[in-house]
């Protein structure tokens, strides 16, 4: 799918060619979330049911964030697991996993911006000390201003001083990657994950037809290999049975779509991998 596509698909013929000339017309903002709620109702589904990480086995959890399961597949040559996850993005995640559930032998590290107490509050209904052993926060004290993002390194450091304070317990290490910002990425250049006013995200500017659809996934699967070897790392500093998933798969071009609605049950943002590391 290139930039051309603008053109052939509905939603995005009218959001960007037509909408911007009639939004002062009454109807035609009704008319916007029309298109777009038929682009993603066509979307193919999942039908099978969720599959929660509380329900799965392991002493180690590594969510590689926004990975959908064919790029895991693409990227690492291999054949892995499916699972079925509980929301289309990170907030859902949050709500369907940790509303209810006892993780209180859990240590997490997270590189991504929604469990600030605060956000993590709002979608569980729980603050992170009421859920989890300890939270190290990591997208608070290593933020790579760069790359507006956290590099995989800083996330591997947190880990070695959570085995060394808590070794008797649980992990899960959240990396961030391979959700944008794209890392060595020219496709992101101006964005911030995603917290601009602007709200020029990478998908912003694809959906528009801005960007190349190849251009975008080439930059999403080098994002997660750039990730990958830090995992193996993981492996090598906690005890226990290691594995990897993630919290939610992305759209990338379909029907003209990108990033993660976190209400759709789109496959490509709730097939993600689950793959036993050690």
Same mark, same amino acid.
């Given at each position: 799918?290139?930039?051309?596509?603008?053109?052939? @698909?509905?939603?995005?013929?009218?959001?960007?060619?037509?909408? &911007?000339?009639?939004?002062?017309?009454?109807?035609?903002?009704?008319?916007?979330?029309? %298109?777009?709620?038929? /682009?993603?109702?066509r979307?193919?589904?999942?039908?099978?049911?969720?599959?929660?990480?509380?329900?799965?086995?392991?002493?180690?959890? *590594?969510?590689?964030?926004?990975?959908?399961?064919?790029?895991?597949?693409? *990227?690492t040559?291999e054949?892995?697991? !499916?699972?079925?996850? *509980?929301?289309?993005?990170?907030p !859902?995640?949050?709500?369907?996993?940790? /509303?209810?559930?006892?993780?209180?032998? @859990?240590?997490?590290? %997270?590189a991504?911006?929604?469990?600030?107490?605060?956000?993590?509050?709002?979608?569980?209904?729980?603050?992170?000390?009421?859920?989890?052993? %300890?939270? #190290?926060?990591?997208?608070?004290? !290593?933020?790579?201003?760069?790359?507006?993002?956290?590099?995989?390194?800083?996330?591997?450091?947190?880990?070695?001083?959570?085995?060394?304070? #808590? &070794?008797?317990?649980? !992990?899960i290490?959240?990396?961030?990657? &391979?959700?944008?910002?794209?890392?060595?990425s020219?496709?992101?250049?101006?964005?911030?994950?995603?917290?601009?006013?602007?709200?020029?995200?990478?998908?912003?500017?694809?959906?528009?037809?801005?960007?190349?659809?190849?251009?975008?996934?080439q930059?999403? /699967?080098?994002?997660?290999?750039?990730?990958?070897?830090?995992?193996?790392?993981v492996?090598?500093l906690?005890?226990?049975?290691? *594995?990897? %998933? /993630?919290?939610?798969?992305?759209l990338?071009?379909?029907?003209?779509?990108?990033?993660? &609605?976190?209400?759709?049950?789109?496959?490509?943002?709730?097939?993600?991998?689950?793959k036993?590391?050690?």
């Open positions: 799918m290139t930039a051309r596509s603008i053109e052939t @698909v509905p939603y995005k013929k009218y959001r960007y060619s037509v909408y &911007p000339s009639v939004k002062d017309r009454r109807g035609a903002t009704r008319l916007l979330d029309l %298109t777009k709620r038929l /682009s993603r109702i979307l193919p589904k999942i039908e099978s049911e969720t599959e929660p990480i509380y329900e799965k086995e392991w002493d180690n959890l *590594v969510i590689v964030d926004a990975c959908r399961y064919d790029l895991f597949e693409q *990227v040559e054949k892995v697991e !499916k699972r079925v996850t *509980v929301g289309g993005g990170t !859902k995640y949050i709500q369907n996993t940790f /509303s209810t559930q006892d993780f209180h032998d @859990v240590v997490y590290i %997270t991504n911006p929604w469990f600030t107490p605060e956000k993590f509050e709002r979608l569980a209904g729980r603050r992170p000390e009421d859920v989890f052993h %300890t939270v #190290f926060h990591t997208y608070a004290d !290593k933020w790579d201003q760069e790359n507006s993002t956290v590099l995989p390194e800083k996330v591997v450091e947190d880990v070695e001083t959570a085995e060394k304070l #808590f &070794p008797d317990k649980r !992990k290490v959240h990396f961030i990657q &391979p959700h944008h910002p794209f890392v060595n020219r496709l992101d250049e101006r964005d911030t994950f995603g917290l601009r006013d602007d709200n020029e995200s990478v998908w912003n500017r694809a959906e528009k037809g801005e960007l190349d659809r190849e251009d975008v996934w930059a999403y /699967s080098k994002n997660l290999e750039l990730v990958l070897p830090f995992i193996e790392k492996a090598e906690c005890n226990g049975r290691t *594995v990897l %998933t /993630s919290d939610h798969g992305n990338v071009g379909e029907n003209g779509l990108y990033g993660h &609605p976190a209400e759709s049950y789109a496959k490509s943002l709730r097939e993600v991998p689950w036993v590391i050690s």
